[in-house]
């Protein structure tokens, strides 16, 4: 195993089985038959190309917005993807068998070595294209990053104002809830969809003096108005 830092990789070395800190990307004399490269976008292809594998290696990222072919450039036999679609914190452990891993190949041998590996993860697998990947990953930004920042902002504001974060947990919960159960577009509320442009202008003036979220809090209400009062 190989990372930048490597206290890292000898702290993830200590959880598995059989696992031992390598001092660079060669990996020529390696008995292994896959590699995983699990690093941020913007190393890929320079972890990619500096890698050296043995010979008959598969090479496997696990980037939800890189397209399969992004591998092109290493010396690998095969080549695949295996993304799981979850949010990863280092102190918050995870229940892998409720994990959705997508899998994509660039041969019928390595699709088959890649789900029969994801299936001994989760039992929640599925073949991927690329496209399809890349839609999945953006709708995920919106689901899980964008809506945690929105809960940062919350905070914020409350905090402000001396008040428990602990206020807005049964709101949030309730809201994940139903959206679950009724699905999100049945499961908005609020005043931007009632229309309620009374209550918009009187939140809108609160913010007065955070121009930035201010703007944000207009484009989203606007945005909700759009869709449910002009299809409506």
């Given at each position: 195993m190989?990372?930048?830092?490597s206290?890292?990789a000898a702290?993830?070395t200590?959880?598995?089985?059989?696992?031992?800190v390598?001092?660079?990307l060669?990996?020529?004399e390696?008995t292994?038959?896959?590699?995983i490269?699990?690093?941020?976008d913007?190393?890929l292809?320079?972890?990619?190309?500096e890698l050296v594998l043995?010979?008959?290696?598969t090479?496997?990222h696990t980037s939800?917005?890189?397209?399969l072919?992004?591998?092109q450039?290493?010396?690998?036999?095969g080549?695949?993807v295996l993304?799981?679609?979850?949010?990863?914190?280092?102190d918050?452990?995870?229940?892998?068998?409720?994990?959705?891993?997508f899998v994509?190949?660039?041969d019928?041998?390595?699709?088959?070595?890649l789900?029969?590996?994801a299936a001994?993860?989760?039992?929640r697998v599925?073949?991927m294209?690329s496209?399809?990947?890349?839609?999945?990953h953006?709708?995920?930004?919106f689901a899980?990053?964008f809506?945690?920042?929105?809960?940062?902002?919350a905070?914020d504001?409350?905090r402000?104002?001396l008040?428990?974060?602990?206020?807005?947990k049964?709101?949030?919960?309730?809201?994940?809830?139903k959206?679950?159960v009724?699905g999100p577009?049945?499961?908005?509320?609020?005043?931007?969809?009632?229309?309620?442009?009374?209550?918009?202008?009187?939140h809108l003036e609160?913010l007065?003096?955070?121009a930035k979220?201010a703007?944000i809090?207009?484009l989203?209400?606007?945005?909700?108005?759009?869709?449910?009062?002009?299809?409506?």
């Amino acid at each position: 195993m190989f990372s930048r830092d490597s206290r890292h990789a000898a702290e993830l070395t200590g959880r598995l089985y059989q696992a031992e800190v390598h001092g660079s990307l060669d990996f020529s004399e390696s008995t292994s038959g896959l590699f995983i490269v699990s690093v941020a976008d913007d190393a890929l292809i320079s972890v990619i190309r500096e890698l050296v594998l043995p010979d008959d290696a598969t090479i496997v990222h696990t980037s939800g917005s890189q397209p399969l072919t992004i591998l092109q450039d290493s010396a690998a036999t095969g080549m695949g993807v295996l993304y799981p679609l979850q949010t990863f914190s280092k102190d918050k452990k995870i229940d892998w068998k409720a994990v959705p891993l997508f899998v994509e190949a660039g041969d019928d041998r390595t699709q088959a070595l890649l789900m029969e590996l994801a299936a001994e993860i989760s039992p929640r697998v599925y073949p991927m294209q690329s496209e399809q990947r890349l839609a999945l990953h953006v709708a995920g930004v919106f689901a899980s990053n964008f809506s945690n920042y929105m809960l940062t902002v919350a905070a914020d504001i409350l905090r402000a104002q001396l008040l428990s974060f602990d206020y807005l947990k049964p709101l949030i919960v309730e809201t994940i809830n139903k959206a679950m159960v009724l699905g999100p577009e049945e499961g908005q509320s609020g005043p931007a969809r009632r229309g309620d442009l009374e209550i918009l202008d009187r939140h809108l003036e609160f913010l007065q003096e955070d121009a930035k979220i201010a703007e944000i809090y207009r484009l989203i209400s606007q945005q909700i108005i759009d869709h449910y009062h002009t299809t409506e």
